[in-house]
């Protein structure tokens, strides 16, 4: 790994570059300064097949957040210190207690401000015989140069595409240049994990995913996300296309997002689902029956997190 110019005091490892001195305690865009909260390190059966399977993908769930959608999904920890603080011998434990339990791969989710803790983790933790794929879930507003150093450490990113337009970027994520960054870190992503590989049950051991969550009212940007993924990658990456949008409650006292006040409706999902297929995309997961509920939103409880609350 060849961590050069990058640094988290003063921190320039996201895009935001907002320079927060993490060491002193200072805390960044994300929220977090360096020392790592995790709010849950659990099996988790809501990701794709190929990730989830039958046992559930070893999912460590970071506190903090670099983009912070106004619509975030998991805010609880995205926007609040829900979790508990753990050492980096601590987290690569983790990963083998998940091993133990029948994970298919180790999950990280929103990974990005912890990355160097992280990379260090997933090495002791092979040493200490982690085999599982490591599995890299992140926002996709991540540095090129990050996702470079993640070469021989990550085997598969499930990574979001969530806008080309820069307008919806700035409105809903104050990052107009998520499309630039996210098209530059797809391309690092790609590079490294190559062509997707399966193994006999049909677990992905290494690939890429893109992930895109449709938004209500949003249809035009996904055929757009959907149209440049395909266009450029073909069949070497899976497009999954999520219905599963939650509108909750935070968002109504906000007249400025009242678009986003309401689940996406069959009709929309389908336009997006069939635009795909005309464009020839095979390899894409799609969401079937009622997704839009809170309750597929785990619990943050911080279950897996210490070592007693494995007694
Ligand atoms: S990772 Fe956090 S602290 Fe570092 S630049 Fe990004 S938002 Fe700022």
Redesign the pocket.
Known sequence: MNWKGLSTSP????P???L?D?KSGQR???L?DDRIYVARAALHMWEEPCISGEMGSGAVFFSGC?LRCVYCQNYEIAEGRKGKEISVYRLAEIFLELQDKGAANINLVTP??YVMEIAEAVLQAKKMGLKLPIVYNGSGYEKEEVIQNLSGIVDIFLTDFKYMDTVLAEKYSKAPDYPLVAERALDEMVKIAGEPVFDEMGMMQKGVIVRHLLLPGHKKNARDVIRYVYEKYGDKVYISLMNQYTPFERLKENQEYRELCRKVTRREYEAVINYAIELGVKNAFVQEGETAKESFIPEFDGEGVFKEDLL
């Open positions: 921190c320039n490892l996201c935001r570059e907002c927060a993490r960044g865009y994300c977090e670099n990005d401000h």
